[in-house]
């Protein structure tokens, strides 16, 4: 089983900030099986991005995904009010899909 | 517009067996490229899947959880049905499903999901 692990657990920020969430994997992810979801509270998980890099329907171009291997990245360039969310990370890659535990982005 | 609602009981006793129906609509389970999958979410915890069943009935589970998942589809009345034996206060939670759609590069990723029905065992 892939086990990812998410990083920081939470971030403080302010809106019109800059968050850097990320995500590292106990062993290689294919590039194509990658995605990262936003939850909010009493809510189900929203597609983000899927295949690391590519941004589901609707999802604005101030979110955005990169990296390979093992490390992936989710950028949101500037924080809008609906940004504050938690976000997880998930594999697809292998049989046994796995989701990271979590950021949390809270307002500061 | 693709839809997918969750439905069961909110409660069940320890050592029962739980049944949740994934009802659907907007896509076509024996449409080619198609999958259901199940995830569950513990009170404040992260989300877990625990199986899937593709448009040609393959069906995979959690290593963890495969004695006690089956998971099957009728495409007659666009449902997709798990059931998880003996259950346990462990397996408090809200029980998503969620559409999986394959790309053009023939890999499957979770698109859109239910609203999640909650579950919880206590006697």
């Known amino acids: 089983e892939i086990v990812l692990t998410q990083f920081p657990g939470s971030l403080s920020l302010s809106p019109g900030e800059r968050a850097t969430l990320s995500c590292r994997a106990s062993?290689?992810?294919?590039?194509?099986?990658l995605a990262w979801f936003q939850q909010k509270p009493g809510q189900a998980p929203r597609l983000l991005i899927y295949?690391?890099?590519n941004r589901a329907t609707g999802i604005p171009e101030r979110i955005s995904g990169s990296g390979s291997g093992r490390d992936f990245t989710l950028t949101i360039s500037r924080l809008e009010p609906e940004d504050f969310a938690v976000y997880y990370c998930?594999?697809?890659?292998?049989?046994?899909?796995?989701f990271g535990q979590g950021t949390k982005v809270e307002i500061k | 517009q693709v839809t997918l609602k969750e439905s069961g009981p909110a409660l069940v006793k320890p050592t029962q067996t739980l049944t949740l129906t994934c009802t659907f609509s907007?896509?076509?389970?024996?449409?080619?490229?198609?999958?259901v999958s199940w995830i569950r979410q513990p009170p404040g915890k992260a989300l877990e899947w625990l199986a899937h069943?593709?448009?040609?009935?393959?069906?995979i589970y959690s290593t963890s959880l495969r004695t006690r998942l089956t998971i099957s589809k009728d495409t007659s009345k666009n449902q997709v049905v798990l059931t998880m034996t003996n259950m346990d206060s462990v397996d408090t939670a809200t029980y998503y499903c969620?559409?999986?759609?394959?790309?053009?590069?023939?890999?499957?990723?979770?698109?859109?999901w239910g609203k999640g029905t909650t579950v919880t065992v206590s006697s």
């Open positions: 969620a559409r999986e759609t394959s790309s053009s590069e023939g890999y499957y990723y979770m698109d859109v």
């Open positions: 907007g896509f076509s389970l024996s449409a080619s490229g198609m999958r």
């Open positions: 069943v593709d448009w040609d009935d393959d069906k």
């Open positions: 062993h290689s992810v294919g590039s194509n099986y």
């Open positions: 295949g690391t890099s």
């Open positions: 998930h594999q697809y890659g292998s049989s046994q899909r796995t």
